[in-house]
């Protein structure tokens, strides 16, 4: 399976402020997505980073606050502009492996926002 | 938009018992993921299932596919400490590579 870290791990951030996640994967992967999960939570998608275009982004989540970057296979970014305290989440990045018809996460970075 | 509903949303057990959740929806699925999560961590894919009926087994894990192709369960026999956590399925819907739907996930603690 892929391995996958992220930068940073953690973060506390001040309103009104941005903050980017790194995403790197240790080999060349297709699918690249994004997903958010607050406090207690389960997960849900944001976006699907893709190579060389802009980003697919889900219902309810837009590319001024979420722009996301994928200039190669094997990186991404994800930055969460102008915070707010309801932009504290775990922001998840994951591939999908296309030999296994799976889909791996990185360890997540866990923000807060005051 | 799609939903799974996951049961229960937490347990409470005995080391040694036996464990099951399982996920239904009103959507046909073409892939069922189960993943755990520890806190603090990203989720850890436990089992993936592909076919509906399939029954596959991860050590003490067991999950099947539904033949319905809308759920799917997963057990968890002689349960030990180091399993508390959080369980989320995920379903990938036929068309959707990579667009999972999860689960709202069960929390599982093990009293030893």
């Known amino acids: 399976s892929a391995v996958i870290s992220q930068k940073p791990s953690r973060d506390i951030c001040q309103r009104g402020t941005s903050l980017t996640i790194q995403c790197q994967v240790d080999?060349?992967?297709?699918?690249m997505f994004w997903y958010r999960q607050q406090p207690g939570q389960s997960l849900t998608l944001i976006a699907t980073?893709?190579?060389?275009?802009?980003?697919?982004?889900e219902s309810g989540f837009v590319i001024d606050k979420f722009p996301i970057s994928r200039p190669n296979l094997t990186f991404s970014t994800l930055t969460v502009s102008n915070m707010s305290p309801e932009d504290s989440s775990i922001y998840l990045c994951?591939?999908?492996?296309?030999?296994?018809?799976?889909?791996?996460f990185g360890p997540g970075t866990r923000l807060t926002v005051l | 938009g799609q939903q799974l509903n996951q049961s229960p949303q937490s347990m409470f057990i005995q080391e040694g018992e036996d464990v099951s959740m399982n996920c239904t929806s009103s959507?046909?699925?073409?892939?069922w993921l189960w993943y755990k999560q520890d806190p603090g961590e990203g989720p850890v894919l436990l089992i993936a299932?592909?076919?509906?009926?399939e029954l596959t087994s991860n050590g003490r894990l067991t999950a099947q596919f539904g033949i319905t192709r809308k759920d799917s369960f997963l057990n968890i026999s002689a349960s030990i400490p180091s399993d508390v956590g959080i369980y989320f399925c995920?379903?990938?819907?036929?068309?959707?590579?990579?667009?999972?739907?999860f689960g709202k996930g069960t929390k599982l603690s093990v009293k030893p």
């Open positions: 299932l592909y076919k509906a009926g």
């Open positions: 980073a893709n190579q060389g275009s802009e980003a697919t982004y």
């Open positions: 995920a379903g990938q819907l036929t068309g959707s590579q990579g667009n999972l739907i």
């Open positions: 080999s060349q992967v297709t699918m």
């Open positions: 994951s591939v999908w492996d296309i030999s296994t018809d799976t889909q791996y």
């Open positions: 959507s046909i699925f073409n892939t």
